[in-house]
């Protein structure tokens, strides 16, 4: 048994994987999902929040990029974040809610991690990043399987089949233009024969 607090186990002296950090009762957030209490904790070398009711988590920018690019904290999100082994989380509805920052209280957009992971977080740029029970699990996971990797590949070829799409609209609308022109051209010539037969005899300049 550890005591909330404790850094390290009082029987084998193992460092925890998670440690509960004082407060003051002015820095208190409520949890965007289920307005409990959103407690700070330390996790490895990061410091986020977790609700006691719901499970969800929230990370400021700087330690969510910590976690996404050292494995050694990845290990250590990890070992605290077992999938299921936490509170049960709150009943989702079947439409979409979009939720407040707690930081500004401004709706926060929903996005796919690395576009191709299917794991959907509410991100505010400016504070950060909240995960539902389960998320930060999913997330760290399709790191450490390449996941990102396989991202940026993806990325990459859709770039380029953009660039090329856009090409093909370039070229279409150039011959387009070339065709308008011609057609404009043949036009002048045949809407006014008078012109063109005082033209040839005359010698006439347009």
């Keep these: 048994m550890m005591f909330v607090g404790s850094r390290h186990c009082p029987h084998c002296g193992a460092r925890s ?9 002015e820095e208190t957030r409520a949890c965007p999902r289920c307005g409990g209490f959103l407690l700070r904790v330390e996790v490895g070398s990061v410091a986020l929040a977790e609700c ?24 250590a999100v990890m070992s605290w974040v077992v999938p299921g082994s936490r ?10 809610r979009y939720l407040a920052c707690p930081e500004c209280q401004k709706l926060m957009n929903r996005v796919n991690f690395a576009r ?17 029970r389960d998320e930060l699990h999913r997330v760290i996971s399709f790191i450490r399987e390449g996941g990102l990797d396989t991202a940026r590949s ?6 380029v ?9 370039e070229m279409q609308e150039s011959a387009r233009q070339d065709s308008d022109v011609n057609a404009g051209g043949l036009f ?7 012109h063109d037969v005082l033209k040839h005899l005359f010698d006439m300049k347009d």
Excluded at 17 to 25: F, G, M, P, S
Excluded at 87 to 96: E, F, G, I, M
Excluded at 188 to 194: F, I, V
């Design 17 to 25: 994987a998670r440690v509960l950090l004082e407060i003051d009762a």
């Design 52 to 75: 006691g009711d719901c499970a969800g988590v929230w990370i400021t920018p700087e330690p969510f990029e910590q976690i996404c690019a050292e494995r050694e904290q990845q290990a």
């Design 87 to 96: 509170p049960a989380a709150v009943p989702q509805a079947d439409t979409v």
């Design 116 to 132: 191709y992971s299917g794991v959907i977080m509410d991100v505010c740029k400016s504070h950060g990043t909240f995960f539902d």
């Design 154 to 159: 993806r990325e990459r070829e859709r770039l």
């Design 161 to 169: 089949q953009e660039q090329q799409r856009l090409c093909r609209m």
């Design 188 to 194: 002048s010539r045949t809407a006014d024969p008078l």
